[in-house]
C-alpha cells in the first residue's frame, strides 16, 4: 500500500502562482511514476504532469511553459510549481502514484486549486 498526501491548493487570482506538494508514503517501489491529474466539474479527468524516478517528464501541452513538476526522491516527494494560472486551470488537483514494475496506481484524496479574481 502507498498514502499519498497532498498540500499546497488554495485560491488564487488570474496570473497567480501556487505549489503543490504530494509525499508518498508506504511500499514504495525503486522505479516509481509520481505526478499529477486534475478534475474540473463536469470534465474527466486529465494528466497534468507526471515525473519518473530518473526525471523523465511529461506534460498535458496547455501547461507546458507555465507549469513545472520536481521531485524530491530521498523524501518520496513530487511537486507541481504552477505559474501564470488561468481560470482554466480551476479543477481538483490529484496526486498520483504508479509502480513501474507492478502498474499498482495510488491516488491522493485531491486538492483545490481556484484561480478567479
Known amino acids: 500500500q502507498v498514502q499519498l498526501v497532498e498540500s499546497g491548493g488554495g485560491l488564487v487570482q488570474p496570473g497567480g502562482s501556487l505549489r503543490l506538494s504530494c509525499a508518498a508514503s508506504?511500499?514504495?517501489?525503486?522505479?516509481?511514476?509520481m505526478g499529477w491529474y486534475r478534475q474540473a466539474p463536469g470534465k474527466q479527468r486529465e494528466l497534468v504532469a507526471t515525473m519518473t524516478t530518473n526525471g523523465i517528464t511529461n506534460y498535458a501541452d496547455s501547461v507546458k511553459g507555465r507549469f513545472t513538476i520536481s521531485r524530491d526522491n530521498a523524501k518520496n516527494t513530487v511537486y507541481l510549481q504552477m505559474n501564470t494560472l488561468k481560470p482554466e486551470d480551476t479543477a481538483v488537483y490529484y496526486c498520483?502514484?504508479?509502480?513501474?514494475?507492478?502498474?499498482?496506481?495510488?491516488w491522493g484524496q485531491g486538492t483545490q486549486v481556484t484561480v478567479s479574481s
Open positions: 508506504g511500499s514504495i517501489s525503486r522505479l516509481n511514476v
Open positions: 498520483n502514484y504508479r509502480s513501474v514494475a507492478s502498474s499498482t496506481v495510488y
